[in-house]
């Protein structure tokens, strides 16, 4: 079961998306997630929707993976938009059952609102199915080199990034060996009140943080036998570079963004919320 | 031949936790020289040191008295340490504590990328060093999935990519099944024997050691043995003194021997025991 984890939810692939620079991924991806909530109308939405299926379509990403990624914020969407669908007032009332009213604009707004997270989580997962987590890391450690200015150590972040993403896997694994064995001793693991159960779980805390120190103290070891100094000096095999076609995806945004902002104007007595 | 790691009686303790407590010698005067393209295994019981001697070849350790020379760098001068690194690569038993990106290529890019290679070079050499342990298939596998004798495989990949002129193995199927474990030593013979990269090989296998062109028995961070695995293998009594075994064809040759059969016992692998038998059978 945990063999199947996936970090970062990488998809290999060599399509058009899986070749844009990723710091044009990181930054188009923030701002497709502030113009999404830029948004006011079905109409604007409508269209960063059309824009975002275009993303899936050159990502080449199967919708099947698209899909699983929505699956498991689905709870999340259903609160939400029971939330809206309750708590708006205004329009045209539906429904009128006790304390419960519905109205149109409530409809609306949960439908809008629903749209809204799954368009988000699509985005989101469209980067990181198609940028490595080591492109991804790198990425971040080149868009906030500016900081190094005010001494913020950028690349040790980003290594540490890097090394937290490498070990999660490693680390459930252990987690679930130490579980195992003491269960095999004897713990009760299921069983009790919170408190109890809290309890039960320093016998397996305590050794996940030794083994913790082993692995981070032999990694080091070995990080230095491969030459490894710090940020200064090192090289890349995967360049970054801005190419044509990052430069075709970001004039493409920018003109999304002037849509939205006049779709948002025209059609103003549309606007929800 | 041209000797590439030299110990030049090397004496080596670990610090204790305070100044009242000097722990023992852990190497106690050490002289070898290991030749340019040559395959070591270093043999010995747990605590025996060899670890630790692996550490003294590229300045992990400093010795407390003697010289280590890699290809006649002394690691003791700090300005030595980087190009010293550069010349013996490292590869430990957990394959898991070894491997730093999440992505294969990506962690078999790590070495030259620390040695500042331009990125075309690092390219080339990462794909040569995959294809040459036969994972040039899995380059873009989460590391996490693959199997023990593939993580190795990948560990080594990592090292031969930084084109290191030795390789030292601390015990590097340790953690392995035996298919990853042939897996694992056919991958460095085949290293040593087409690119002439010099191996240390630390292990516990016998059957692996019996492979090497040169055995090392280490014993209370002393050399106990030093010789060719037939050489070594023939003195079962030394060996169990100091808590080892003979490979286990050797043992059955020598136990029709004992026995009062008339066999030859410096055998090393099962062909050559099968042969020995057959032959005595036949007289
Ligand atoms: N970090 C350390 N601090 C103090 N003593 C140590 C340290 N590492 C090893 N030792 C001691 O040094 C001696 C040799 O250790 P070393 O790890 O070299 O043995 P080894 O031959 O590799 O054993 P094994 O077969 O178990 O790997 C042991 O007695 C050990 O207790
Ligand atoms: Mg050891």
């Known amino acids: ?38 948004c006011k109308n079905f109409f604007s939405l409508g269209l960063m929707i059309a824009a975002l299926l ?28 029971l939330l809206n669908l309750f708590y708006t007032t205004g329009g045209n009332v539906l429904v009128k059952y006790k304390f419960i009213t519905i109205t149109d604009t409530g409809v609306y707004t949960a439908i809008f609102v629903a749209v809204r997270i799954l368009a988000l989580i699509v985005g989101s997962t469209l980067l990181t199915y198609t940028t490595t987590p080591t492109m991804l890391t790198d990425a971040i450690e080149q868009l906030l080199k500016p900081l190094k200015v005010f001494h913020v150590p950028v690349h040790t972040l980003a290594m540490m990034m890097t090394l937290a993403l490498r070990f999660i896997p490693t680390l459930i694994e252990e987690i679930d060996k130490i579980m195992n064995a003491q269960k095999a001793r004897g713990a009760d ?45 090192r090289t890349r095999m995967k360049q970054m570079k801005l190419k044509g076609l990052d430069s075709i995806l970001i004039v493409g945004c920018a003109v999304l963004l002037g849509g939205v902002i006049a779709l948002n104007l025209f059609f103003k007595t549309y606007n929800l919320g | 031949m041209e000797k590439i790691i030299e110990y030049k009686d090397v004496t080596f303790r670990y610090e204790g936790e305070d100044e009242a407590h000097i722990l023992p010698l852990t190497i106690n005067g050490v ?30 350790h400093l010795p407390e008295s003697g010289q280590v020379l890699v290809e006649g760098l002394d690691t003791r001068d ?59 298939d899995f380059r873009l596998a989460e590391p996490h999935k693959l199997s023990g004798g593939q993580k190795q495989r990948v560990a080594i990949a990592g090292i031969l990519a930084m084109q290191t002129d030795s390789i030292v193995l601390d015990e590097p199927t340790a953690m392995l099944d035996p298919i990853g474990r042939r897996e694992v030593l056919s991958t ?28 090392i028995v280490l014993d209370k ?63």
């Not at chain 2, 060899?50 to 003294?56: D, F, H, I, N, W």
Request: glycine residues 8%; hydrophobic residues 45%.
């Open chain 1, 189 to 233: 693991l299921e069983s009790g009140g919170l408190l109890q159960r809290a309890k039960a779980l320093v016998p397996i805390l305590i050794p996940l943080f030794v083994s913790s120190f082993r692995r981070a103290y032999e990694l080091a070891f070995a990080m230095e036998c491969r030459c490894y100094t710090g940020g200064e000096g």
């Open chain 2, 78 to 136: 700090e300005k030595n340490t980087d190009l010293i690194r550069r010349k013996v690569g490292m590869v430990f038993q957990n394959p898991d504590n070894q491997i730093v990106a999440t992505i294969v290529e990506d962690d078999v890019a790590f070495g030259p990328e620390n040695l500042g290679i331009e990125p075309k070079e690092i390219r080339r050499r990462v794909d040569d060093a995959l294809k040459a342990v036969g994972m040039y």
């Open chain 1, 1 to 38: 079961m945990v063999r199947d984890l996936t970090i970062g939810q990488y998809y290999p692939g060599d399509s058009l998306l899986h070749k844009t620079d990723p710091r044009v991924k990181i930054v188009l991806t923030l701002v497709f997630i502030f113009v999404i909530f830029f």
């Open chain 1, 54 to 81: 275009v993303g899936v379509f050159l990502s080449r990403v199967p919708l099947k993976m698209i899909l699983k990624s929505m699956k498991a914020i689905t709870f999340i969407i259903i609160i939400t938009a």
């Open chain 2, 221 to 283: 961070g002393k050399v106990f043995l030093d010789g060719s695995p037939r050489d070594v293998f023939t003195q079962s009594e030394a060996l169990k003194r100091c808590g080892l075994d003979v490979p286990q064809a050797t043992g059955l040759a020598k136990a029709l021997a004992d026995s009062g059969i008339k066999i030859k016992t410096d055998v090393l692998n099962e062909e050559e025991c099968i042969d020995a038998i057959l032959t005595a059978y036949k007289e």
């Open chain 2, 188 to 215: 460095v013979l085949r290293l040593n024997r087409e690119r002439g990269i010099t191996v240390l090989m630390i292990t516990h296998f016998m059957e692996e050691a019996a492979q090497a062109e040169r055995v």
């Open chain 2, 31 to 60: 002289t070898l020289n290991l030749e340019k393209g040559s395959f070591v295994a270093v043999l010995g019981r747990n605590g025996s040191g060899k670890s630790t001697l692996a550490k003294l070849t590229n300045a992990i």
